[in-house]
């Protein structure tokens, strides 16, 4: 089956600075990768697709400039939170789509203090 | 856009059933089902491609009508493990391809 490989799983950084979260697709090659944001006990909320090669489509309502995303290859897919606060503390995953359906990283959860 | 799940939440006792529904304002082509553990990430559980189709996994199977635009997922003699937060997801197209969004969930408690 399709892996996708998300790290770090759990991440504590000072309000501020900066965050990378890596999403790769171990066995076959994710030409499209989305990012999801989900906060306690709610759904997960679509932030942004990336297509490989080509810059990140971002949902209404999510900041591109705070929200890097970059898909330079077939593999691999990350997201930057910049400049974070405490309101971007929440649990981030990645998904790629795998034949029909869509496989899920194991999700980050990011704290900001 | 979100699909509309109900209920909300419900709790069991082991051995007893529950369905869980889905339904879209707009024309469903496909409709997929994940089920959620507290910190962890969604599992897929199944997906449903056209209309009528009906799937199964162990004592869990869902059913899928397009006309209506909903889904159902039915959980039979339930167990523990089948405690988690279920979401349905469906595809949306956008300028950015398509895309999979979820339902606000439904929360099921099964106690012993």
Redesign the interface.
């Known amino acids: 089956g399709a892996v996708v490989s998300q790290h770090p799983s759990r991440v504590i950084c000072k309000s501020g600075t900066s965050v990378k979260i890596e999403c790769r697709s171990l066995d076959f090659q994710a030409t499209?990768m989305?990012w999801y944001r989900q906060f306690p006990k709610?759904?997960?909320?679509?932030m942004?697709?990336s297509?490989e090669g080509s810059k990140?489509?971002y949902e209404q309502g999510v900041e591109k400039d705070k929200f890097l995303i970059n898909h330079a290859s077939l593999t691999l897919s990350t997201l930057t939170v910049t400049s974070a606060h405490p309101e971007d503390s929440s649990?981030y995953?990645c998904?790629a789509?795998w034949r029909?359906?869509?496989?899920?990283?194991?999700?980050t959860?990011l704290t900001v203090v | 856009q979100q699909p509309v799940q109900s209920p909300q939440a419900v709790i069991l006792r082991e051995g007893e059933d529950a369905v869980i529904n889905c339904s879209s304002s707009k024309a469903l082509y496909s409709v997929h089902w994940y089920r959620q553990k507290h910190g962890e990430a969604p599992v897929f559980l199944m997906i449903l491609l056209k209309g009528g189709e009906q799937k199964g996994h162990e004592k869990i199977s869902a059913s899928f009508n397009e006309k209506k635009q909903q889904s159902s997922l039915y959980l039979t003699a339930s167990q523990l493990s089948y405690s988690g937060t279920y979401f349905c997801g469906t595809e949306i197209n956008d300028q950015a391809g398509t895309a999979l969004i979820f339902g606000k969930g439904t929360t099921l408690s099964v106690s012993s």
């Not at chain 1, 709610?42 to 679509?46: R, Y």
């Open positions: 499209t989305f709610q759904s997960l909320m679509l942004a697709t297509n990140a489509t649990f995953i998904s789509r029909v359906g869509y496989t899920f990283g194991s999700g959860r």
